[in-house]
């Protein structure tokens, strides 16, 4: 059983865009997106990407609720911007800190690291401002956090990084309800 997270309220940036589009593209400084017409080989029943105005959450210290119930693990899909980046994610059950793990996420266009996230989808070409680029094979990184014990928590809290840029939560529930 996976619980796609509906991230739809905190997305605040844009990072995929058709090549008409791609003017409204904001990953980076140089406004850099992933092409749109790929995308539907990535969007399956596990992860649920939007395609609306915004389509990814720029971490800004927001608290995203979710089901209260044990997790086993988090997936993310995302990727940072201008470098590889980490940040701290809390996850709190009620007002009490369950448990912080830290998170890394490649660059765009970084090669695979030898430890962390793997290539969730690597793309053949970046859209930019002006143009679309095809000598630049931008990345999107899962990152997986597993918990050896299962935590129960109702909401996770974001750190303020607006490098990192997430596009889809998957939790994995675990075997015992909290009632």
């Given amino acids: 059983m996976y619980i796609q997270l509906d991230i739809k309220e905190q997305l605040n940036s844009r990072g995929i865009t058709t090549f008409a589009e791609r003017e409204k593209g904001y990953l980076a400084f140089g406004g850099y997106s992933f092409p749109k017409e790929h995308f539907p080989k990535y969007d399956t029943d596990v992860f649920s990407f939007h395609f609306d105005e915004n ?9 995203l609720s979710v089901p209260v119930m044990s997790y086993k693990k988090a997936i993310l899909i995302g ?12 996850f709190y059950n009620g007002e009490e800190l369950v448990d912080t ?6 660059d765009i266009l970084s090669n695979e690291p030898e430890e962390g996230p793997k290539v969730f989808g690597r793309f053949p070409y970046i859209h930019t401002k002006t143009t679309k680029v095809d000598y630049l094979q931008p990345s999107l990184w899962i990152n997986t956090i597993e918990w050896t014990e299962e935590m129960v928590f109702d909401h996770i809290q974001f750190g303020d990084n607006p490098s990192i840029h997430l596009f889809a939560i998957t939790l994995i529930p675990g075997s015992v309800e909290n009632e």
């Fill in 55 to 63: 389509d990814n959450m720029e971490l800004e210290e927001q608290r």
């Fill in 79 to 90: 990727c940072s911007n201008n470098g590889d980046f980490f940040e701290d994610i809390s």
């Fill in 101 to 106: 793990k830290r998170v890394v996420f490649p």
